[in-house]
């Protein structure tokens, strides 16, 4: 069996959307981009919004996500780490994905060595300083008491409201063109974030981020990059680490 060397990074798969004209085509495809990396992958890192809408009763869990679950399953099986961020989409995630796939659940924005470099890792909502009204809404999701107090509606009602939200959101994003390009370094609340946080923590070699939805690889410094993930909508895209090389690429289906 060849060594274990590398490190993956992927984000914004939003499994479960109704705005995905395939949902299972989907949801195949990232399975597959797993099934590439299953030799060779020491550690997988999602970054955030792998699922549209996440939230976990006591006895009852979203349905579906069956293949993508069971993969992640087979390969904390095997000895690959498997780490989850949560989004602002999937913010739910309690104790179901360490019992059932043994992943580890992060729910603020961390720092870790990663083979002899240092990462900023984060989904990237946390540090989004655009609007009072996501920030407000950011804090209520997150609060123990909304939660509980949410979790008492049934979910009957519960997962279709999520859904339709999400939907909603979705279309009036894509109607906003800072929603799907990229706006430069002056405009970019990522990169604003990082260049801002690397003048008092100028130890991190990489920023790596999901959320934007937009690919991108970007000098900060002499010594540090910050990458944006894309997404496994329209980008199929993934970030991975050798211990010598930072690589954004796009996983592409061979037919």
């Not at 997962?159 to 390009?181: D, I, M, N, P, T």
Request: glycine share 6%; charged share 25%; hydrophobic share 45%.
């Amino acid at each position: 069996m060849k060594p274990r060397t590398k490190i993956y990074f992927a984000s914004d798969a939003h499994l479960g959307a109704r705005f995905l004209q395939d949902g299972r085509a989907a949801e195949r495809r990232l399975v597959r981009w797993l099934d590439s990396i299953q030799d060779d992958a020491q550690s997988i890192w999602f970054l955030g919004d792998m699922f549209d809408y996440w939230y976990e009763y006591k006895y009852v869990v979203p349905k579906g996500f069956t293949r993508f679950l069971g993969k992640v399953a087979e390969l904390s099986d095997a000895g690959v780490e498997i780490h989850f961020f949560i989004g602002n989409h999937d913010i739910w995630m309690f104790d179901y994905l360490p019992q059932e796939v043994g992943a580890i659940i992060h729910r603020e924005p961390l720092t870790v060595d990663l083979l002899g470099k240092r990462f900023f890792l984060a989904h990237g909502d946390e540090v989004d300083d655009r609007s009072r009204a996501f920030r407000l809404m950011r804090w209520l999701f997150r609060n123990r008491v909304c939660q509980i107090l949410y979790s008492a509606i049934h979910p009957r009602w519960t997962f279709g409201f999520a859904l339709g939200w999400s939907l909603s959101s979705r279309k009036q994003g894509l109607k906003k063109q800072e929603e799907v390009s990229y706006q430069g370094e002056s405009a970019e609340y990522l990169v604003r974030f990082a260049k801002t946080y690397l003048q008092a923590h100028p130890d991190i070699h990489f920023f790596i981020f999901g959320h934007r939805h937009i690919m991108l690889d970007l000098m900060l410094s002499r010594t540090s990059r910050l990458l944006i993930a894309g997404d496994w909508m329209q980008h199929f895209s993934y970030i991975v680490w050798d211990g010598e090389s930072l690589f954004l690429e796009q996983f592409e289906v061979e037919e």
